[in-house]
């Protein structure tokens, strides 16, 4: 059975940092095959695409209003994707989570298969 499991969120106070982990396990493929993503979903709003990385892993692709703030990375021998969350801001708060996909994904969640139940991130202003 595949899982993904997020973790590092909380509360931070605008300005700051946190950094999100996600471990996959039970994919039956080498975790390095699949594109990743992150997605959020603030209270009252539809979930949406944060950033993502190829299985390749060769570059990076953001939703506008994080770039120059957020960084997705990956570590293809632990399993797991980050996400580096820099300078964040209230309208940042949201569920945070995780999505994979067999050598491909791009930005709308259909796209992936396999999907975390999330972390949530709080920023005070």
């Known amino acids: 059975q595949v899982q993904l499991v997020e973790s590092g969120g909380g509360l931070v106070q605008a300005g700051g940092s946190l950094r999100l982990s996600c471990v996959a396990s039970?994919?039956?493929?080498?975790?390095?095959?699949?594109?990743l993503a992150w997605f959020r979903q603030a209270p009252g709003k539809e979930r949406e695409f944060v950033g993502g990385i190829p299985w390749n892993g060769r570059t990076t692709f953001y939703e506008d209003s994080v770039k120059g703030r957020f960084t997705i990375s990956r570590d293809d021998a632990r399993n797991t994707v980050y996400l580096q969350m820099n300078n964040v801001k209230p309208e940042d708060t949201a569920v945070y989570y995780c999505?994979?996909?067999?050598?491909?994904?791009?930005?709308?969640?259909?796209?992936?298969?396999?999907r975390g139940q999330g972390t949530q991130v709080t920023v005070s202003s």
């Open positions: 039970g994919l039956t493929l080498s975790f390095s095959s699949y594109g």
């Open positions: 999505a994979a996909n067999f050598l491909s994904g791009g930005a709308k969640e259909s796209n992936y298969r396999f």
